[in-house]
């Protein structure tokens, strides 16, 4: 008989309900979240189909139930609390809620990937981490010339002469001297990072360098999208890869009327964020402005619906042009996929 565990995890413990095929209770227990206890529980239960919400100390826990052999699944947090709405919410209760859900396959199930991908995950948000440090650093050191009535140019501190100008105004200030020095010490952080981390990723990548052919499209964010979306053939079409990164409008439907809605911003928000930032890039650094199908539809669209508005549209058409391009193995052509090469389906600049 299938057993079926909800595990509701947290930092000191983890509160187990294990249940039938039925649904009748078999055990409830409260394990310290280590690999030693959850190893001895789950021991008797290797057979068993397991279930954890999507979290942080969850993911510890999704890697060691994996290596132990259990069948284990990552649930969304934010879907299964719309399916289970309870009164009384008590860690019981919410393992006891996951394992019903399990058991009755109601889990909606949020992607894990493999090791390498859940790896190579990790890198881009370290280094992303990194870098929101260094530009709140950055922020502070600006906010101190404004309230000093400091006139400066903008971008002042992206270059080594603009820093040692920004140290001239400051020589007697010990607040903005320490920011100053701990922004160019996790800078110097990030370029290491970039060289011993980043750099070796991207070129063992087979996925990102092809990425990397559109302009304005760097290894960075090649790489942030390979580890955020996976293997795009786990996406029937680009509709769904557009819909998974929550760039898609919202639909409300009643009857004959149809009504579009802003971006669900569902899905992974780093996915959104450097997307939006690869087509700003794009639109500066692209050469063929006049035959390029992503430039012509920021053109157009920023007519009728404003800068910001097509700015978001044209960072759905990129991930759609990412999308073909993987699916059919091709580098960035301005004009449009080759649909006679690779894999034939629709072209991504046909609207």
């Not at 947090?77 to 996951?98: E, G, S």
């Not at 971008?155 to 920011?179: E, Y």
């Not at 012509?296 to 990412?322: D, H």
Request: net charge neutral; glycine share 6%.
């Amino acid at each position: 008989m299938r057993m079926y565990a909800g595990v509701d995890v947290h930092r000191g413990f983890c509160q187990t309900t294990v249940m039938d095929e039925q649904g009748a209770i078999v055990e409830r227990a409260k394990i310290p979240t280590d690999t030693e206890h959850l190893a001895a529980f789950f021991e008797r239960y290797r057979d068993a189909h397991a279930v954890i919400e999507s979290n942080t100390i969850g993911e510890f826990v999704y890697e060691t139930l994996d290596r132990l052999g259990v069948d284990v699944c990552l649930a969304s947090p934010a879907q299964v609390k719309a399916i289970a709405q309870a009164r009384v919410k008590t860690d019981t209760v919410d393992a006891t809620t996951l394992a019903h859900l399990l058991r009755t396959n109601l889990i909606p199930e949020a992607w894990v990937g493999d090791e390498e991908v859940r790896e190579l995950r990790k890198d881009v948000r370290a280094r992303r981490g990194l870098r929101d440090i260094s530009t709140e650093l950055k922020n502070q050191i600006y906010a101190e010339m404004i309230r000093k009535g400091i006139a400066y140019e903008d971008g002042v501190l992206r270059s080594k002469k603009g820093r040692a100008w920004v140290r001239d105004q400051f020589v007697d200030n010990p607040r903005v001297i320490a920011r100053l020095d701990l922004m160019e010490q996790t800078e110097t952080t990030i370029d290491e990072y970039n060289k011993t981390v980043l750099l070796p990723k991207f070129t063992e990548e087979s996925q990102a360098p092809l990425l990397a052919t559109i302009p304005g499209v760097g290894y960075y964010t090649a790489l942030t999208v390979v580890a955020l979306i996976g293997d795009v053939t786990r996406f029937p079409d680009s509709d769904h890869l557009v819909s998974y990164a929550g760039l898609a409008p919202r639909v409300h439907q009643s009857a004959n009327v149809l009504h579009l809605g802003p971006i669900t911003k569902e899905g992974p928000r780093e996915l959104r964020w450097v997307l939006v930032e690869a087509v700003h890039s794009h639109l500066k650094h692209c050469d063929a402005k006049d035959v390029c199908g992503l430039c012509r539809f920021y053109r157009r669209l920023s007519r009728r619906r404003g800068k910001m508005k097509a700015t978001v549209a044209t960072a759905a058409k990129l991930l759609r042009v990412m999308y073909w391009m993987l699916k059919m193995n091709q580098p960035y052509r301005p004009q449009g996929l080759d649909p006679e090469v690779g894999h034939a389906g629709k072209p991504p600049f046909d609207d």
